[in-house]
């Protein structure tokens, strides 16, 4: 008997969502270092090239309320493999490792049948880059590695920088060429070596696009001519906009616009072309990831994840770097896919954090949930296309206060909804609100209109209700480690007053 076309079709599509339903998906995570969330074409960026991760919106979802709740590189990472909050892995600054007794999400993976393997930079503990549990291959360098070997193209030696190659499995082996092409080669190595008998699990960490930006060498003097589509506010209006005064006081400084890692002719039009430079081969890298998945038959069978582990200021707020709460630090692109779980061209708008990755990839993979997570998986939500089935209406961020950068002070907020409360802690200085729908630059703090007042307390309410759920009353103090950079230049911006709400002659503001 002859079977019909149309039903052999669907009997071919009905098989493939079987196979999809019941096979464990592999799953290759791409980080890319310092990704503001709004530097793709993907996002509409005015000139940046990225075709390879735009096409994982376009083929997946673009998740466009994703945040990381530190925005540092360390502390991130962290809760990505630990789905945990800074003030419960303990990760606070770039120079301490992870508590070895804590649990990441690939070791849940190994139990369920995966090999894993890790590419790229580690990064939690200064000079540690030792094979970590959870990974069956490991490939990483010490610190911040180095674009290219001989350091050529950089015009400043940032901290952590190293020079001695990569660790291989705990073999010293020297780096050959430009980081991540490099990086992207001993992922595909990895792959075509692979037991294709099991599903497996790829984390590929670049070390793009931190500082000191270094685009490739087919790549330099893409962008020369364009333009920061980035506004810098003056003092003036740093002043007008009530901002708080350690804001206004950062502007000269390592993490300022003025005086940006202490280099006297620091240009953030300049770094902003590198930066975009740099990114470009980040997109070759997912390009020929991608490429490999399709030519061996694993794309249909695969989640692939691209995220930012923080975001990046040029010159928003004064400010260049990150640590911060605006939105420019906090926010990062997430764009994941996964052919027959995800729909196709989805523009995911529930707010999602770095702690919820590994929930998420955890359900992905059918493999036990974390032991302790602050985080949870929006897997259901995103494969049914139904934003409101991840029921969170806002996230908590936190940074440590650090003596190597004292710019900064602690920081707590209320992020992801629209208002934005941040809370500085041990400071003599004016707390934040700011209104996002009216006010997307986070350039007018509302903290202290009258007609915000009860909003205020309701944030701060809400604040101390997350912290004390998640165990958040105490903060993680360490021992000093690494370099200090308070500078300041005698030439630049002068030192910001006291904001003027606290001045008053006697108790009653009289």
């Not at 069956?136 to 193209?153: E, I, L, M, N, R």
């Not at 609100?433 to 915000?452: A, T």
Request: glycine share 8%; proline share 7%.
């Amino acid at each position: 008997m002859r079977i019909p076309a149309c039903f052999t079709i669907a009997l071919a599509v009905f098989t493939l969502g079987q196979l999809n339903a019941e096979t464990p998906p592999n799953i290759v995570f791409v980080l890319c270092d310092d990704h503001r969330f709004d530097c793709l074409g993907a996002a509409g960026h005015p000139f940046i090239e990225t075709p390879h991760i735009d096409s994982i919106a376009r083929d997946g979802a673009m998740l466009t309320r994703a945040y990381v709740t530190t925005s540092l590189c360390s502390p991130s990472r962290a809760s990505i493999l630990t789905g945990q909050y800074a003030h419960n892995h303990r990760v606070v600054d770039n120079y301490h490792p992870v508590d070895p007794t804590l649990t990441f999400f690939p070791q849940h993976l190994q139990k369920n049948g995966f090999q894993t393997a890790f590419i790229g930079k580690w990064h939690m503990g200064g000079e540690i880059d030792d094979p970590q549990r959870g990974f069956d291959h490991w490939v990483a360098f010490k610190g911040q590695g180095t674009y290219w070997p001989d350091g050529h193209g950089t015009t400043r030696e940032v901290p952590q920088t190293t020079y001695d190659g990569l660790n291989v499995n705990g073999k010293r082996e020297p780096q050959n060429g430009y980081i991540t092409d490099e990086l992207t080669d001993y992922a595909i190595d990895w792959l075509q070596k692979r037991d294709t008998e099991k599903p497996f699990f790829l984390y590929v960490s670049h070390k793009a696009v931190h500082s000191d930006f270094v685009p490739a060498d087919r790549h330099r003097g893409r962008y020369a001519d364009q333009p920061l589509p980035i506004a810098t506010p003056t003092v003036e209006q740093m002043d007008a906009g009530n901002l708080p005064m350690w804001v206004r006081n950062q502007r000269n400084s390592r993490h300022g616009a003025e005086f940006g890692y202490n280099l006297a002719d620091f240009s953030p039009e300049v770094y902003y072309r590198r930066y975009c430079e740099s990114i470009l081969a980040v997109d070759d890298s997912v390009g020929r990831l991608m490429t490999f998945l399709q030519q061996n038959d694993l794309r249909d069978n695969t989640v692939f994840v691209f995220m930012g582990d923080n975001g990046f200021q040029f010159g928003d707020h004064g400010l260049i770097d990150k640590r911060t709460a605006y939105e420019a630090s906090a926010r990062v692109p997430l764009l994941i896919m996964a052919p027959g779980r995800i729909p196709r061209g989805q523009s995911f708008d529930a707010l999602v954090g770095n702690i919820d990755v590994a929930p998420t990839l955890l359900e992905a993979a059918s493999a036990p949930a974390l032991p302790k997570q602050d985080g949870k998986s929006f897997w259901t939500a995103l494969t049914q296309n139904d934003a409101s089935g991840f029921d969170r209406k806002t996230l908590l961020y936190e940074y440590y206060w650090e003596r190597n950068y004292p710019q900064t002070p602690t920081l707590h907020a209320i992020i992801g909804g629209r208002y934005k409360y941040i809370r500085c802690h041990g400071l003599w200085d004016r707390d934040e609100l700011y209104d996002l729908q009216s006010d997307p630059g986070e350039l007018h703090n509302l903290i202290d209109s009258p007609e915000h007042a009860d909003r205020i307390g309701q944030l701060n309410a809400q604040l101390w209700e997350l912290l004390h759920a998640s165990g958040g009353d105490e903060m993680p103090l360490l021992e000093d480690r690494g370099a200090q950079f308070p500078w300041r230049n005698p030439s630049k911006s002068k030192q910001a007053p006291f904001p003027a709400e606290f001045f008053r002659t006697n108790e009653s503001g009289e």
